[in-house]
């Protein structure tokens, strides 16, 4: 599997906005797929966005349509999740992920190979 690094989050008010940024480690990533997902403790990981590189297609969870927008370089094989209005509830570790072929589950985290270390974003008064 390829590693996936992640960079941004930190502890941002609400209303504010924040940038996520994933890339493979080293090259380029080989995978149709990317996408980031989020856990807090106690819960399951739960999906937010993924692009399905070759028909350049961008899935969202309802949650975070309007809100979230995921930017890619199809050159360099990067994603980014551009996060605006962020309310409290969008508190948790925010993973990249990435698989090698397109899944129609693709919202399933067990369905990916690739993952980052994860980064935390806190949103907090």
């Known amino acids: 599997q390829e590693q996936l690094v992640e960079s941004g989050g930190g502890l941002v008010q609400p209303g504010s906005s924040l940038t996520l940024s994933c890339a493979a480690s080293g090259s380029a990533f080989s995978g149709d797929a990317m996408g980031w997902f989020r856990q807090v403790p106690g819960k399951e990981r739960e999906f937010v966005a993924a692009v399905r590189w070759p028909m350049n297609r961008i899935y969202y969870t309802d949650s975070v349509k309007g809100r979230f927008t995921l930017l890619k370089d199809r050159a360099k094989k990067t994603v980014s999740l551009q996060m605006t209005n962020l309310k409290p509830e969008d508190t948790a570790t925010y993973y990249c992920?990435?698989?090698?072929?397109?899944?129609?589950?693709?919202?399933?985290?067990?369905?990916?190979?690739?993952w980052g270390q994860g980064t935390q974003v806190t949103v907090s008064s």
């Open positions: 992920a990435g698989r090698r072929h397109w899944i129609v589950t693709y919202a399933d985290a067990a369905q990916y190979t690739s």
